[in-house]
């Protein structure tokens, strides 16, 4: 059964860092292509990474550019995403997801971790 | 980038009613649609991929359809536990753009 499970949120003071983590399991992580999603309180979903299964390619949203940086491991099955000089507007949980076929972009997200809350305040 | 509306923001509707919900992209996407269900505290879970394929476990009710550049997701019969938010996700092209949305509650 596929199993994502993201860790490393927290509080957080404006221009500070943060590193999340989404532990995979159940299927061939190195296979597919996954991606971070977050949503802000009482707010719709927004795409924000992606990275390629093989990790060659990454794509970012004009929201978190340069700031931002999605990674991954293979060999230990672990999607990371580096936040840097983080603002309020950041405040969200974040979603890490996986892309449905193997290797293929683009394509939907078949299975959703439950989501870790970042919140940037001082 | 393709940006998308989607309508209504919300609805009521009763149990046993037919419900469609409407995304529209800004250009032509080919199939590179999909819908997601997202009830309150949770995460989301797909139900319909390539604009019209029922993803596997998602009763039959859920369907997807498309034309040209406007794709709709169906609730055939609306059951109490299709209560949730369900966003249509742009996924033909990175970046990927979400729907903003539509709440569906019952009347």
């Not at chain 1, 970012?60 to 099955?77: E, L, M, P, Q």
């Not at chain 2, 009613?17 to 529209?24: M, Q």
Request: charged residues 15%; glycine residues 8%.
């Amino acid at each position: 059964q596929v199993h994502l499970v993201e860790s490393g949120g927290g509080v957080v003071q404006p221009g500070r860092s943060l590193r999340l983590s989404c532990a995979a399991s159940g299927f061939i992580f190195s296979n597919h292509a996954v991606h971070w999603v977050r949503q802000a309180p009482g707010k719709g979903l927004e795409w924000v990474a992606f990275i390629s299964h093989d990790g060659s390619n990454k794509y970012y949203a004009d929201s978190v550019k340069g700031r931002f940086t999605i990674s991954r491991d293979n060999s230990k099955n672990t999607l990371f995403l580096q936040m840097n000089t983080l603002r309020a507007e950041d405040t969200a949980v974040y979603f890490c997801a996986r892309g449905r076929r193997v290797v293929v972009v683009p394509d939907a997200f078949d299975s959703w971790g439950q989501g870790t809350l970042v919140t940037v305040s001082s | 980038d393709i940006q998308v509306t989607q309508s209504p923001s919300s609805l009521s509707a009763s149990l046993g009613d037919r419900v469609t919900i409407t995304c529209r992209a800004s250009q032509d996407i080919s199939n590179g649609l999909s819908w997601y269900q997202q009830k309150p505290g949770q995460a989301p879970t797909l139900l319909i991929y390539a604009a019209s394929r029922l993803q596997s476990g998602v009763p039959s009710r859920f369907s997807g359809s498309e034309s040209g550049t406007d794709f709709t997701l169906t609730i055939s019969s609306l059951q109490p536990e299709d209560v949730a938010t369900y966003y249509c996700l742009v996924n033909y092209i990175l970046p990927f753009t979400f729907g903003p949305g539509t709440k569906v509650d019952i009347k």
